[in-house]
């Protein structure tokens, strides 16, 4: 099993310009979630899906948007990209209910200049 | 408003010392508490913690947590340069009765940088 894999692994954007983080997983997991993380702020939710076909939203969603069409992919999409949304972006998968871990991909990091 | 706190937010040791990483929390309706271990990439799962006053354990790291505290401490003995790194603590609070979306609360996480 490859686990979570994220599709790229390096983006530099300029202000404005679009793009779409892909997070795949071979984990037959219900639950994904992305993340961002700055330095010193440790991870904060953007969005989740608990399931194909629905998503929420998390803790920092403004300017991102979401998709998750298919059960082992979850999209996340930046219509215009701002400075601020530099980061690097982690995407997570679970088991549904009860409490179990959730599995990290190895991370995006986007440059937006 | 739910918070994770972890301390300190940096550590230096040598190889050899035992080290003590604290997390406190305040979220309603608490379900576990998590450890993770950030070397460059992805955060590795480490320990859950669901019940008071049980030690996880596993290898030279070890996990209790304290119910009545809102807190948890991570150990490491004998500690290698291998395990530098940022060392991350995430609560799971239920959203709703008797269900849970498994969202977790982070804390800033500790970084540990141990010199040979």
């Known amino acids: 099993n490859a686990g979570v894999t994220q599709t790229p692994k390096f983006r530099v954007l300029k202000t404005g310009q679009s793009m779409t983080l892909l997070c795949a997983q071979d984990m037959n997991h219900e639950y994904m979630y992305w993340y961002r993380q700055d330095p010193g702020m440790g991870l904060r939710l953007i969005h989740y899906?608990?399931?194909?076909?629905?998503?929420a939203k998390g803790e920092v969603p403004d300017g991102y948007n979401v998709s998750r069409l298919k059960k082992q992919n979850f999209l996340l999409g930046l219509e215009s990209a701002a400075p601020s949304q530099t980061s690097v972006y982690f995407c997570?998968?679970?088991?549904?209910?009860?409490?179990?871990?959730?599995?990290f991909g190895p991370g995006t990091r986007l440059t937006v200049t | 408003e739910d918070k994770v706190v972890q301390s300190p937010l940096s550590l230096v040791v040598h190889e050899g010392d035992t080290v003590t990483l604290n997390c406190s929390y305040e979220?309603?309706?608490?379900?576990?508490l998590l450890w993770y271990k950030q070397e460059k990439k992805a955060p590795t799962f480490l320990f859950m913690l669901?019940?008071?006053?049980i030690e996880k354990k596993s290898g030279r790291l070890s996990s209790i947590l304290d119910k009545k505290e809102l807190s948890s401490i991570l150990n490491i003995t004998a500690t290698q340069t291998g395990d530098s790194a940022i060392y991350l603590c995430a609560v799971e609070a239920s959203q709703n009765y008797g269900g849970s979306q498994g969202n977790l609360i982070f804390g800033k996480g500790t970084k540990l940088s141990v010199k040979p």
């Open positions: 997570a998968s679970r088991r549904q209910a009860k409490s179990y871990e959730q599995y």
């Open positions: 669901t019940s008071s006053g």
């Open positions: 979220v309603t309706n608490f379900r576990s």
């Open positions: 899906s608990v399931g194909e076909g629905t998503t």
